[in-house]
């Protein structure tokens, strides 16, 4: 009687019941993630402050220290979902594919970012690439892709808010009392040059500078630092008010 019961035992067709269960939780998981990506874009430059963090995590970084995405960074604003504004219409995103490819071709991808948000489409222009240290005159090579980007985007965005960041480091000498007046000049000459030498509406066009306050990662190292120091060229969803 033994025998027979061991016997039936072992020739039960079919895998145990609690591995069927897990198998079922594991696809709808999975399915749950595929979905959610599916519903979102990336962004570079946060997959880039996410590597940062990554790095700093594992000890790359001096003193591994992490860049982390919380409401320090972006200003002071909550971290917000990386899917597209609703505000962004498909002809402003095909523009900033365009404005992307072209930046790749040239080999500009890495001090000219493109990324969408919240906020719109935003190009942040790198102050290396734009400006000598603590000056706010544009160099020739800006000029060439300022005017190059201007020619996307003057007959087909609504408007474009220009605006200037720093770092936290305190002006020594120079012409400019602070960060507030230098991230100012650099905006205006930003916008100034779309207007005269780009053709650029001056109607569609802002200028504001915002010194050390808005960074997009804590000031704590010369390479967190370098990101923060930029121009950032904000696409509007509607005319400057007057």
Same mark, same amino acid.
């Given at each position: 009687m033994a025998r027979s019961r061991k016997k039936k035992e072992d020739t039960s067709p079919g895998a145990p019941l609690w591995l069927v269960t897990y198998g079922d939780m594991v696809t709808l998981v999975?399915?749950?993630? =595929?979905?959610?990506?599916?519903?979102s874009s990336i962004d570079v430059q946060k997959f880039e402050l996410m590597i940062l963090s990554f790095k700093g995590a594992i000890g790359f970084m001096p003193g591994g220290k992490a860049v982390q +995405? &919380?409401? !320090?960074?972006? #200003?002071? /604003?909550?971290? *917000?979902h990386a899917g597209e504004s609703p505000r962004v219409t498909p002809e402003i995103q095909q523009i900033a594919r365009n404005l992307r490819n072209y930046? @790749?071709? %040239?080999?500009? &991808?890495? +001090?000219?970012?493109?990324?969408? &948000? /919240? @906020? #719109?489409?935003? =190009?942040?222009?790198?102050? *290396?690439?734009?400006? +000598?240290? #603590?000056? !706010? %005159?544009?160099?020739?090579?800006?000029? @060439? =892709?300022?005017?190059k980007i !201007?020619?996307?985007?003057? &007959?087909? =965005?609504? !408007?474009v808010a220009v605006e200037g960041h720093t770092d936290a480091v305190p002006l020594r000498g120079g012409i400019y009392r602070d960060n507030w007046g230098l991230?100012?000049? @650099?905006a205006a000459a930003v916008a100034s040059y779309l207007q005269e030498r780009a053709g650029f509406d001056p109607l569609k066009l802002q200028a504001v500078g915002y010194g050390p306050n808005r960074p997009l990662v804590p000031n704590d190292t010369p390479e967190h630092r370098a990101l923060n120091r930029r121009v950032d060229l904000v696409f509007l969803s509607q005319y400057p008010k007057q």
């Open positions: 999975l399915t749950f993630f =595929v979905l959610l990506f599916s519903m +995405e &919380d409401s !320090a960074i972006f #200003g002071g /604003q909550p971290a *917000q930046l @790749r071709t %040239e080999g500009l &991808d890495k +001090e000219i970012v493109v990324r969408i &948000d /919240q @906020r #719109g489409v935003t =190009v942040s222009l790198s102050d *290396q690439f734009l400006f +000598e240290s #603590g000056r !706010a %005159e544009i160099k020739p090579e800006g000029m @060439r =892709v300022l005017f !201007a020619e996307f985007i003057k &007959d087909s =965005v609504p !408007a991230s100012s000049a @650099r």
